[in-house]
């Protein structure tokens, strides 16, 4: 099992940056492909950006393309989320998820474990 902390959420204006972070303990993170997700008020839960195991391999949620960036440094156990350009409808809660199960592509079909989520807010 692994236990997932995000951090770095706040307030920012339109057109700032934001790094989101999430630090993972328990069984060895390099087993576990990552991803991130946001639910902002009134909406479903919706999948942000993911990453491979080693790294090798992300994905992005076509909203974020350009944008945001995930990437991971499994000697420190964390993987992070970038976000530049940042527009009011980014306003949500992140979450940080987990799972070791990948399909062919690399990345996980559905996560296993998750955070506690953090706040992100972009005023305009």
């Known amino acids: 099992q692994v236990q997932l902390v995000e951090s770095g959420g706040g307030l920012v204006q339109a057109g700032g940056s934001l790094r989101l972070s999430c630090a993972a303990s328990?069984?060895?993170?390099?087993?576990?492909?990552m991803g991130w997700f946001r639910q902002a008020p009134g909406k479903t839960r919706e999948f942000v950006a993911a990453?491979?195991?080693?790294?090798?391999?992300?994905s992005y949620a076509d909203s974020v393309k350009g944008r945001f960036t995930i990437f991971r440094d499994n000697a420190k156990t964390t993987v992070h989320l970038q976000m530049n350009s940042l527009k009011p409808e980014d306003t949500a809660v992140y979450y940080c998820?987990?799972?070791?199960?990948?399909?062919?592509?690399?990345?996980?079909?559905?996560?296993?474990?998750w955070g506690q989520g953090t706040q992100v807010t972009v005023s305009s």
């Open positions: 328990g069984r060895t993170f390099s087993s576990y492909a």
């Open positions: 998820a987990a799972d070791f199960r990948v399909g062919l592509n690399g990345l996980p079909p559905d996560y296993r474990y």
């Open positions: 990453i491979s195991k080693t790294g090798g391999i992300t």
